[in-house]
C-alpha cells in the first residue's frame, strides 16, 4: 500500500487528458523494471508444477512475445495462459486450464523490487511526473499499483490500446495524453527489444535497466545502462540537464 496506508493514486489514461503537465516526465515499463517479474512468476510456477518451474519459466520467454505478436487484440492474461500452455507442452509438464491462468491470477501480488519506492520518492521530490507504458490489462496494472507509494499520473496499457511493444502504441498514447514533447520525456526499461528499441524508434531517450546482467546491442541506443533504480535520480538529472 502507499506510505500511510492512504487511498491508491492511480490516474487512468484518459483522466490524464488535459491536466497541466510537467516538463520532466519519466515513463516506466513496469514488470522487470519496477516489479521483480522473475520472483513472482518464479514463485506461481512453483505453485504448479514443482520443480519444473524453472524450465517452464525459461520455455515460456520463447513464447510470450510470439502469442503476443500472433494476437495482439488478446488481452494479457490470455496472452500469459496461452504461453504457458506452449511452454507446458514443450516441457512435456501437464497442466491444467485453470493452472495455466496462475501468472494471471497472481501477477498483481508480484513483489516490487527493494529500490522502486526509494527512487520513486526521491525522484518525485525533484518535479518528476510519471507515466507506466505496461504490455499488460489495465485491471491487472492497477492493482500492481497500489504497492507504490507515489502517484502514477498516465498509464498506458495493452488493454486499452489493443497492441503489445515493441509496437509504438503505447508511447504515441501516451504522448497524445501527457502532450510531452520527445525532449521533455526519458522511457527507462528493462527491455532492450521491447522498449529500448521501441523508444529509440519513436525519438524518445531511454534509460536501460540491465537488473539481469542480459547482453545487449551496442550503440548510443540508450542513453544510460544502470543496474538497478539506485542512482536514477541522479542519471535522470543529468540527462535533462539539471
Known amino acids: 500500500m502507499p506510505a500511510g496506508g492512504g487511498t491508491p493514486r492511480v490516474d487512468s489514461a484518459i483522466s490524464a487528458r488535459g491536466e497541466d503537465m510537467t516538463s520532466k516526465w519519466l515513463t516506466f515499463d513496469c514488470y522487470g523494471t519496477l516489479v521483480d517479474w522473475r520472483q ?135 504522448q497524445t495524453l501527457s502532450g510531452a514533447e520527445n525532449h521533455e520525456w526519458i522511457h527507462v526499461a528493462c527491455s532492450w527489444f521491447h522498449d529500448v528499441e521501441a523508444a529509440d524508434r519513436f525519438g524518445v531517450r531511454s534509460v536501460y535497466i540491465n537488473r539481469e546482467r542480459t547482453p545487449h546491442s551496442e550503440g548510443d541506443l540508450a542513453a544510460a545502462v544502470l543496474p538497478d533504480l539506485v542512482t536514477l535520480p541522479e542519471v535522470a538529472e543529468a540527462l535533462f540537464g539539471n
Not at 82 to 89: K, N, V
Not at 112 to 119: G, K, M, Q, W, Y
Open 40 to 174: 513472482g512468476m518464479t514463485a506461481a510456477l512453483q505453485s504448479v508444477a514443482g520443480a519444473d518451474a524453472g524450465r517452464l519459466l525459461t520455455e515460456y520467454h520463447l513464447h510470450e512475445h510470439v502469442v503476443q505478436e500472433q494476437n495482439p487484440a488478446w488481452t494479457y492474461r490470455a496472452v500469459l495462459a496461452e504461453a504457458l500452455r506452449r511452454a507446458a507442452e514443450v516441457c512435456e509438464v501437464s497442466l491444467t486450464e485453470d493452472e495455466c491462468d496462475v501468472l494471471g491470477r497472481t501477477l498483481p501480488s508480484w513483489p516490487v523490487f527493494p529500490d522502486t519506492n526509494r527512487a520513486l520518492r526521491e525522484l518525485e521530490a525533484r518535479g518528476y511526473k510519471f507515466g507506466v507504458l505496461s504490455n499488460v490489462d489495465r485491471e491487472l496494472l492497477e492493482q500492481t499499483l497500489t504497492q507504490f507509494d507515489v502517484r502514477i499520473d498516465v498509464t498506458v496499457t495493452s488493454s486499452d490500446i489493443g497492441s503489445y511493444k515493441p509496437a509504438l502504441g503505447h508511447f504515441e498514447t501516451f
